[in-house]
């Protein structure tokens, strides 16, 4: 594992039954580095997060922070430092903000850490917003305040490595620009980060690295700069033409 890598994965590949829906897939995310996976429906991103973060049985390789995991066990890469946002948030909506940001620190808790009003009150300096209205019910926020409050929760963990499935998911234009202001805040405050996206435009321009994810395969990868002026990526990724750019006028 290369000093400056945080994570390295190596031929991951991940089957539903008899469907091979990751193939082979290896990346790497470099310290205080953003990283982006961009790729259409189906290619393969929600399950390369979820096996690097354990959640589901994979082969190959995923070595994080200086140590290989053969098999990741999510509770154990928690502890070790790594995080996941999940697409859906998955927040508990008949508890309080506050509630769901403890939560976050649990597997923390539990190995001894006792620094979770320290860590609320840095994520309260992060989103004001959930400070405000900390004792509301989760179920009756906004689309935008609820992954808000799912990228808060993850950071309750302190993780090295945070990963984002979608965080622009469904949000209004300005709400996705706070997003991606937040997560250029988090680089400059140490954390690592690969985020998963199909707004491509928004993800190549904070980015310092990008890979491209077809059909459960690389299918490119390089400099997010260089990569924002590929013809093949304007094609399919930023131009007019682009699959995403017909989603949104729909
Ligand atoms: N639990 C599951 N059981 C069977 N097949 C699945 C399951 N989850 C995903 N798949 C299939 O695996 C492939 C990759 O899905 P995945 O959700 O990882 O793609 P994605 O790139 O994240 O797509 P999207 O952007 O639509 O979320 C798809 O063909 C999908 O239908």
Redesign the pocket.
């Known amino acids: 594992m290369s000093n400056n890598n945080v994570l390295e994965v190596k031929n991951l590949s991940v089957a539903?039954?008899k469907?091979e829906?990751?193939s082979g897939v290896s990346l790497a995310v470099g310290e205080g580095k953003i990283v982006t996976v961009i790729?259409?429906?189906?290619?393969?991103?929600?399950?390369?997060l979820?096996a690097i973060m354990g959640l589901l049985p994979s082969r190959g390789e995923v070595a994080f922070d200086g140590s290989i995991e053969q098999v990741p066990e999510v509770e154990r890469m928690v502890v070790r430092g790594m995080n996941l946002v999940p697409?859906k948030r998955e927040l508990f909506g008949s508890m309080s903000i506050e509630d769901n940001l403890l939560l976050g620190a649990f597997q923390r808790h539990r190995s001894g850490k006792r620094d979770h009003l320290e860590t609320m009150e840095e994520v309260y300096t992060l989103f004001p917003r959930l400070k405000e209205r900390r004792l509301q019910q989760a179920g009756t926020m906004s689309g935008g305040e609820r992954q808000m409050l799912a990228v808060g929760r993850a950071l309750m963990a302190r993780p090295k490595l945070l990963m984002l499935?979608?965080p622009s998911l469904g949000l209004a234009p300005l709400i996705v620009r706070e997003i991606f202001r937040i997560i250029a805040e988090l680089r400059r405050r140490g954390v690592s980060i690969l985020l998963?996206e199909?707004n491509a435009r928004a993800a190549l321009q904070v980015a310092d690295y990008a890979y491209v994810?077809e059909n459960?395969g690389i299918k490119m990868h390089g400099e997010a700069s260089t990569l924002r002026d590929d013809p093949r990526v304007i094609e399919s990724y930023l131009g007019l033409g682009s699959k995403h750019q017909e989603l949104l006028s729909t």
């Not at 790729?39 to 390369?48: D, V």
């Open positions: 539903y039954g469907v829906a990751v790729g259409p429906n189906g290619a393969g991103k929600t399950t390369t979820s697409e499935d979608e998963v199909q994810l459960g």
